[in-house]
């Protein structure tokens, strides 16, 4: 079957170090114009790779397909990219939508807490966040939703949205909570 030839041929680069672990595969169109076959080809026999541990999909524009060491895997919710052109980047790694989310929340919550984000006053659009954090600007535009039902945050379309002027800041624990009948 070809997509088991062209994952033993991949596989094989990955082996002899023309695709070290931590490097990012070429893009799918050079890998299909390089190895003569479909896309659709390139994607089954990279999937096969992946159940096997030896690639991981890094979503996001700019981003890739990532070579993993099958005998040191990524632990976190983080993956060392090594771009071709010498420079390394921290991509998130498997299972990272929900951590990213909550990566953002956190994130958002902390500077309500350490004044960074004053009551009140406007936070980074969701574009600005999406791009902060390296992801989708649905995944940002889920953490403002979070935010928002917990009552961190408000809205005002168009303007953008906002710290909650009643929001209590308690600095136990570096955690912020708000202070009851809060909310707009």
Known sequence: MLPTRIAALIHGRIEDGTYPAGSVL?????????????????DQACRALRERGLLVSVPGRGRGTVVVDPRDPP?????????????????????STRNTVERIT??????ISD??????????????????FSCR???AREA??????EGFLYS????????CPDVAEVRNAGQ?????????
């Open 26 to 42: 070429p893009p799918r169109p050079r890998l299909v114009e390089e190895l003569g076959v479909s896309r659709s080809v390139v």
């Open 106 to 111: 956190r994130a958002v919550r902390m500077r």
């Open 75 to 95: 632990t976190g919710s983080e993956v060392l990219a090594r771009r071709s052109e010498g420079g390394c980047e921290i991509w998130p790694g498997r299972g």
């Open 176 to 184: 912020t909570t708000r202070r009851p009948g809060g909310g707009r």
């Open 115 to 132: 004044g960074t984000y004053q009551p009140g006053g406007r936070i980074p659009s969701v574009a600005e966040l999406a791009k902060e």
């Open 144 to 149: 403002v939703a979070v935010l928002k039902g």
């Open 156 to 163: 005002l379309s168009p303007k953008g949205h906002f710290v």
């Open 137 to 139: 600007t649905w995944l």
